[in-house]
Each structure stands twice: as C-alpha cells, then as structure tokens.
C-alpha cells in the first residue's frame, strides 16, 4: 500500500521537562495524538510511534506506516498507575511487586486483557495486553497531557534498527507520520524486558532494559521463552519471530579472539570485498579493515547496549559489503545486546573453537 506523504512536524523539547509541565511543544503533539494521529516520542529504551490505544483508526496508522505485520501487537504506554486496572484483569501479586520496583522502567508485563478499552490491533486479537510506564519526562508528560493509553512500539520501519535519536526516526518515517518530539538520545539503547506474567512462574519474551538477575532479586525465580534459548522453536512473543534491526550488508557475529576475527577479515579483503567491523572503544586500534566502528566500551556493556542500534545505522552510511561483529557476554544486559546482534546477523555466528 502506498502512504500518502504528510509533513512531519519536529519538535524539539528538553528532556528535563517536568511530567505537569504544559509545554507548547507537549500541549500541540498531544493534541495530535488526541485526534488520532501517529506522533514519535523519546523513551528511556528507544523513540516509540504512539497512537491513541483506543482508535482502531489511530493504532491502524501506525502499522501502515511501519509497514508492520498486523499479527504483531504492540505495547500499551500509561502515565498513571491508576490507567492500569482499567486495561488489565486478575493482575497477579508479582506484577504489582514488579510495578513498585521497576516502573516507570524498561520493563513491560504481559497481563490478561479487561474489557474493551483497548482495541484489537493493539493486542492482534490476543486475550493478553503488553502495559509498561516508560521512564522518561516526554513520555510521560506527552502521556498525561493525552490522558489516553498510547499503542507505541519502537519508531522504526519494520526490520531496521530501533531509533535511538530523532534523526533516525526521521531517516525511516519522514512524510509518513505526523511528527516526532525531539528530546535527544535516549539512554538505554535496547528497547524494554517483555516478561510474561500470565505464567505460573513469570517469563522473559524479550529480554531488554531490566535484567533477568534484577527481576530475580526482585521475585525469585524467573523464566525464559524456550525460542530464546532455541532459534528453531516458536516464540511466545508475536515479534520474536520477524527478521529485526539488520543493517543492509550481511552481518556475522565472530566468537572468538581479535586475530581470529582479522584472520576472517583479511580472507575477505583478499577477495576485493569492502570489509566493516564492529568492536568497542578498547579494541577499535587492533583492528585493520576498511571501517571500524567502535560501540561502547566493553569494559561497561551499557555503554555497548546505548550504541549499538546507531552503530548498525552507521554502517549503512558507508560502501562496506561485508561486517564482522564481536561477540559479547551474554548476562545483564549482555543478553539484550546479543539477543538483538544475533537478529541483526540472521543467526550468522562463527566460533574460534
Ligand atoms: O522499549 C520498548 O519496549 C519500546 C518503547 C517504544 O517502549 N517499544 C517496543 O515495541 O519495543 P515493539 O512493538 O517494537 O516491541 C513490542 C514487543 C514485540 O516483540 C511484541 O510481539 C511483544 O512486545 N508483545 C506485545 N504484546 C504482546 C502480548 N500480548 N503477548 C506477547 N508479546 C507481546
Ligand atoms: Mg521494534
């Protein structure tokens, strides 16, 4: 289907601005999302595209324009704790513990859906709901100034890195969507923890934001989708199971030592293939290829986590062919970060041993 263009509005605001504050620039995209348009807004994880959860109409545009498969449901935002009970029923006691520790965070829950508040294509006809309170002023002052729950998954076309900034929402949505607000780059980097509260014993969709150690803590035990752990099986979460965030040259993730991933390189340059790689701050000076890009600091993998989506981006910018990823620990937040390189890769991994 062609998307008619419209003139995408950019609002700038900073992102200090406090959760009653009316800013013009607040008060005027509010009044778009009220009257079912589709607005981008900064998360603490990634930039979502909102829309009124309400409108089959509104939430309508937001798959148009992201070219979203529709059996892919997306995630209700709220601002207010009291939004909650009337989306949701039999909230178990977990949730509410969870809720008291981590939001507003990067931690969505999967609950069983109350009534018909929230229209159909925001759950593709599923019996749960996916709720979270995102942990940003914008957000949450956009949310409050709607006073409506918003539908938003991350602000990206279909398949392409998340956005992490507003440029990158404009680089896939420009003349699709009616605006974005602009309040700079967001700090996680990886989109949310899907956890899946409708289980006997709570359990990771998606891993994300909050780690599968800090919900431990929290409430014990905790488990993890079995297509996580196996590429071959099904996944509870719709979304799992889509080709994600991959940059447009083939990408392969190199378990292995420095020399090992140059030997791989070097085999391909010798082919008269334009060769990127993909390493961190420590090791960027190790490496010999025709672009290295550094995300993060290896040392710190949040630093990791908060690049990696502007590091793929990156590497579409330039002619390589070819890109060879390093390969990171995967607990904390390690287990987002490979969880979505290894999308990225097409589940491309070479071992050293
Ligand atoms: O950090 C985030 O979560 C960002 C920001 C914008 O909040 N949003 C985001 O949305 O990542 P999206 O649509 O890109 O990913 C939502 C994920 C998908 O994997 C989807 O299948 C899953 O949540 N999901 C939504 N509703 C679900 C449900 N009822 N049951 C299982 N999985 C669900
Ligand atoms: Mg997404």
């Known amino acids: 289907m062609v998307v008619k263009q419209v003139e995408t509005k950019v609002w700038v605001v900073d992102n200090v601005v406090d959760k009653k504050s009316s800013y013009p620039q607040i008060l005027q995209a509010a009044a778009l999302l009220r009257a079912n348009e589709v607005v981008a807004f900064p998360t603490e994880t990634v930039y979502g595209l909102g829309a009124n959860a309400a409108s089959t109409a509104a939430v309508k545009k937001i798959f148009q324009a992201k070219g979203r498969p529709s059996d892919n449901p997306l995630i209700v935002h709220i601002a207010d704790h009291n939004q909650l009970e009337e989306i949701a029923a039999d909230i178990p006691r977990v949730a509410y513990t969870l809720i008291e520790q981590f939001w507003p965070g990067p931690l969505t829950l999967i609950l069983k859906k109350k009534g018909n508040v929230i229209c159909d294509e925001v759950t593709a006809g599923l019996s749960t709901i996916a709720v979270r309170m ?99 099986q099904v996944p509870k979460s719709p979304g799992m199971k889509y080709a994600h965030y991959a940059p447009k040259s083939p990408l392969i993730i190199v378990d292995g030592e420095p020399f090992f991933l140059q030997q ?73 970060i490979m969880n979505r390189l290894k999308k990225a890769a097409g589940h491309q991994i070479v071992r050293e041993k």
């Open 264 to 336: 791989l390189v070097d085999k391909q340059r010798a082919l008269g293939k334009q060769v990127g790689i993909l390493t961190t701050e420590e090791r960027r000076h190790v490496y010999k290829a025709d672009v290295v890009l550094a995300c993060g600091e290896r040392a710190n993998l949040s630093t990791v986590a908060n690049r990696l989506y502007d590091t793929l981006r990156a590497f579409d910018d330039t002619d390589v062919e070819i890109i060879y990823s390093e390969s990171f620990p995967a607990d904390g937040i390690g287990a987002a």
């Open 134 to 232: 995102p942990a940003h002023p914008v957000a949450l002052a956009l949310i409050q100034e709607s006073s409506l729950p918003i539908a938003a998954p991350s602000a990206n076309l279909s398949g392409r890195p998340s956005p992490t900034s507003a440029m990158h929402v404009l680089a896939d949505l420009n003349g699709k969507i009616a605006g974005v607000v602009d309040g700079g780059e967001t700090g996680i980097g990886v989109e949310s923890t899907v956890l899946d509260c409708t289980t006997e014993i709570p359990t990771i969709l998606r891993p994300g934001g909050v780690t599968k150690e800090q919900l431990e803590q929290v409430i014990g035990r905790v488990n993890v989708d079995a297509a996580l752990l196996d590429e071959k």
